[in-house]
């Protein structure tokens, strides 16, 4: 196997299948999948979740394109079935229609896929046996092969990825009373469980109000009374189902074991509200693990293929609706987001759960190149040499300048023409920025270009082309291609989530070629802002020399007594890199004694400490760094040396340090600082 571009904590693997001599399918990028993230890591994790969808038509196909299309070039940690994934009978026919071909097929060559078993499922399988065609198909971890206890059977079973529990119980045949084999095996699992979020699934919904009634229903009445009873002890996040053909979430609940209109919203509801970062605020369980009863939030997805009519009014429910759409949750660390995305590509429902009092993390918007940017240029009439758009290509020597670049146009700023005289005009003029990324592309949601130009454009991220404007043609471009007329002036708007697997840890290249109609023209015009969504730290290249705005502080310098927030600043470096952290005050500040230290990851509640009137400080025993105020342990660097370099110490893969510093200011208050968050790559 191949080693792929997305490695970073876990990483994609590229893979062939054939002989030693013949490659039947493979050895490409489109054959590869994610790797499970290193034990006790929390990179973000994206899981896609189908409910019901074995209807093997254009409703399904909806789904599954809606998906597609918001989730870009992302890949997928691993997709999930909730059952009945192959109507009606769960024939082999069945499933191929319905899963392998012209349905699937661009996942299961980069994902895996696990299944629950559903009572269609059932049809032409026997979970008694483990015999039949969705046990022939599949392979699942009956030996604890994969995490978890050893449940003997694929009927039901357990998994680990990255710091999550996945528990899938066989709600169909399986013996579902408390003493049965089933969860029996379930409340071992449970106990040996070590990861600290457990997420369980099966097919039939124990809160619904759809096409089906978890009050009347059987086999829903006795998950409710006993599966969910048993879960909610060992301290369950997020339970999954479908069955009805509908999606209902619930808020976050616990103990409600009756039907529902013994729906008590004080006694049963942990969190009535929506869940959501932008509404009444994510949902919330204090306990950084395993906790009893500090509440689930239960989902029914069972609108992946179908939908069918019911009244969606059960009380634990924030929302119901009669909308085909599939189900999206993203696990990061101590914090889990989830979407429902309808059939037409909409956003129906989100919410966000966080454990342990960690503080949740929006999705922010953040800019990797601004407006009037430093571009380098090459515009000496011909092209430069062939990997001019790599980041092999020096062009230390090429001269630069803060866009809007070109000629001809008021809001020029800088003339683009060989010696600056607009009487050397050229077709094409090249143009390179560079821009440092801190993060995992598996942290990114979404990234954009924005670019004023004219005529036309060919842009280039790290050596690869990821978009053309529609001036330009189509087929290879050279020095000599001429663009169809377009004029500049506005900033237009270039979706490039497919780019995002091409983002690096460290100093990425965008190269940008612009094309004229002709050699005469009488205007050129570049500039171009890179944005994207996400949840990484970024910095602008370049960082050594670059200063802060504010105080004229390098921007790889942390300044621990400021006027401008302290700590505000996250700073990346290489493994075995230096943090210089610059104790003096700014201009005007006064001088403060403080105290240093570092901790590892995030921290949790444990690590809380109240300080009376100022807030709270997090304060885990770990690495007291410096050190004037005599609390604490004993500092690892002098106090006063200003500024002083800590090397980080080598580690394998990367680590994330924060850094927090409490001071007793000029007026003798003791105060604490922003955190700053440390990246070690």
């Known amino acids: 196997m191949t080693r792929g571009p997305y490695l970073q904590s876990g990483g994609a693997d590229r893979y062939s299948i054939g002989t030693s001599s013949v490659v039947l399918a493979g050895d490409d990028t489109e054959h590869k999948f994610?790797?499970?993230?290193?034990?006790?890591?929390?990179?973000?994790?994206?899981?896609?979740?189908?409910?019901?969808?074995g209807?093997?038509?254009?409703?399904?196909?909806?789904?599954?394109?809606?998906?597609?299309?918001?989730?870009?070039?992302?890949?997928?940690?691993?997709?999930?079935?909730?059952?009945?994934?192959?109507?009606?009978?769960?024939?082999?026919?069945?499933?191929?229609?319905?899963?392998?071909?012209?349905m699937y097929e661009a996942r299961l060559i980069?994902?895996?896929?696990?299944?629950?078993?559903?009572?269609?499922?059932?049809?032409?399988?026997?979970?008694?046996?483990?015999?039949?065609?969705?046990y022939d198909i599949f392979r699942l971890p009956k030996a604890g092969e994969c995490g978890g206890v050893p449940s003997g059977t694929e009927a039901y079973h357990s998994f680990d990825w990255g710091?999550?529990?996945?528990?899938?119980?066989?709600?169909?045949e399986s013996d579902r009373m408390i003493g049965g084999p089933m969860l029996t095996w379930l409340d071992q699992d449970l106990?040996?469980?070590?990861?600290?979020?457990?997420?369980?699934?099966?097919?039939?919904?124990?809160?619904?109000?759809?096409?089906?009634?978890?009050?009347t229903d059987t086999e829903l009445k006795e998950m409710r009374a006993n599966a969910v009873d048993l879960l909610e002890q060992h301290g369950v996040d997020l339970v999954l189902s479908g069955h009805s053909h509908s999606y209902e979430r619930s808020f976050l609940i616990d103990g409600h074991l009756g039907k529902s209109f013994t729906f008590d919203p004080t006694i049963h509801g942990k969190d009535v509200g929506d869940g959501r970062l932008v509404g009444d605020g994510a949902y919330r369980k204090p306990g950084a693990g395993m906790v009893a009863h500090e509440g689930a939030v239960y989902v029914v997805n069972g609108a992946s293929g179908k939908t069918e009519n019911g009244p969606l009014d059960h009380p634990a429910m924030y929302v119901g609706i009669q909308t085909l759409g599939s189900f999206v949750l993203d696990c990061y660390g101590a914090q889990l987001e989830a979407t429902y995305l309808d059939s037409n590509g909409a956003v129906r429902d989100h919410f966000t759960l966080v454990k342990g009092g960690a503080t949740p993390v929006g999705v922010d918007a953040k800019v990797a190149i601004p407006k009037s940017a430093d571009w380098t240029r090459f515009d000496l009439g011909y092209k430069p040499a062939s990997d001019w758009f790599t980041s092999s290509y020096s062009d230390a020597s090429r001269s630069g300048g803060a866009a809007v670049l070109g000629y001809g146009d008021s809001y020029v700023t800088i003339t683009v023409s060989y010696g600056n005289d607009p009487n050397n005009k050229y077709i094409t003029t090249y143009f390179r920025e560079t821009f440092d990324f801190n993060s995992d592309p598996f942290d990114v949601l979404a990234m954009r270009l924005l670019a004023n130009y004219d005529d036309g454009f060919v842009a280039y991220l790290n050596g690869v082309e990821v978009v053309r404007?529609?001036?330009?043609?189509?087929?290879?471009?050279?020095?000599?291609?001429?663009?169809?007329?377009?004029?500049?002036?506005?900033?237009?708007?270039?979706?490039?989530?497919?780019?995002?697997?091409?983002?690096?840890?460290?100093?990425?290249?965008?190269?940008?070629?612009?094309?004229?109609?002709?050699?005469?023209?009488?205007?050129?015009?570049?500039?171009?802002?890179?944005?994207?969504?996400?949840?990484?730290?970024?910095?602008?290249?370049?960082?050594?020399?670059?200063?802060?705005?504010?105080?004229?502080?390098?921007?790889?310098?942390?300044?621990?007594?400021?006027?401008?927030?302290?700590?505000?600043?996250?700073?990346?470096?290489?493994?075995?890199?230096?943090?210089?952290?610059?104790?003096?005050?700014?201009?005007?500040?006064?001088?403060?004694?403080?105290?240093l230290f570092g901790y590892f990851d995030v921290p949790t509640a444990a690590d809380v400490i109240e300080l009376g009137s100022i807030g709270t400080?997090?304060?885990?025993?770990?690495?007291?760094?410096?050190?004037?105020?005599?609390?604490?342990?004993?500092?690892?660097?002098?106090?006063?040396?200003?500024?002083?370099?800590?090397?980080?110490?080598?580690?394998?893969?990367?680590v994330d340090i924060a850094l927090q510093a409490v001071v007793i200011d000029g007026n003798g208050k003791l105060k604490t600082t922003n955190a700053v968050l440390i990246r070690v790559q």
Request: with cysteine.
């Open 34 to 53: 994610v790797t499970a993230p290193p034990l006790g890591r929390s990179r973000r994790s994206r899981i896609w979740v189908l409910g019901d969808s």
């Open 55 to 102: 209807t093997k038509d254009a409703n399904a196909r909806a789904v599954r394109d809606a998906f597609y299309v918001e989730n870009g070039a992302r890949p997928i940690d691993f997709f999930m079935m909730l059952g009945d994934n192959a109507y009606t009978d769960g024939t082999d026919s069945d499933y191929q229609d319905a899963v392998f071909e012209n």
């Open 110 to 134: 980069d994902s895996v896929l696990w299944p629950a078993y559903g009572n269609h499922d059932a049809l032409s399988a026997d979970s008694g046996k483990q015999s039949g065609v969705c």
């Open 163 to 172: 710091n999550a529990h996945f528990v899938c119980l066989d709600s169909t």
């Open 191 to 215: 106990l040996g469980n070590t990861k600290e979020w457990v997420i369980a699934y099966w097919h039939h919904s124990p809160y619904s109000k759809g096409s089906h009634d978890s009050a």
């Open 469 to 595: 404007s529609p001036s330009m043609p189509s087929g290879t471009i050279d020095f000599s291609t001429k663009a169809s007329s377009h004029e500049g002036g506005t900033y237009e708007l270039f979706d490039l989530a497919a780019a995002i697997p091409l983002l690096v840890p460290g100093t990425n290249l965008l190269a940008v070629e612009v094309h004229q109609t002709n050699r005469t023209s009488s205007d050129l015009v570049w500039d171009g802002t890179l944005e994207y969504d996400g949840f990484a730290p970024l910095l602008p290249r370049g960082a050594e020399g670059f200063l802060d705005p504010i105080g004229g502080i390098p921007l790889d310098v942390l300044r621990v007594n400021g006027s401008t927030g302290g700590l505000a600043r996250s700073v990346d470096v290489a493994d075995g890199g230096d943090i210089t952290l610059d104790l003096d005050s700014p201009p005007g500040n006064p001088t403060a004694d403080f105290a």
């Open 617 to 654: 400080l997090v304060v885990p025993p770990v690495l007291w760094l410096a050190n004037t105020l005599s609390i604490g342990d004993p500092p690892i660097l002098p106090s006063y040396p200003t500024p002083w370099t800590y090397t980080e110490p080598a580690v394998t893969g990367p």
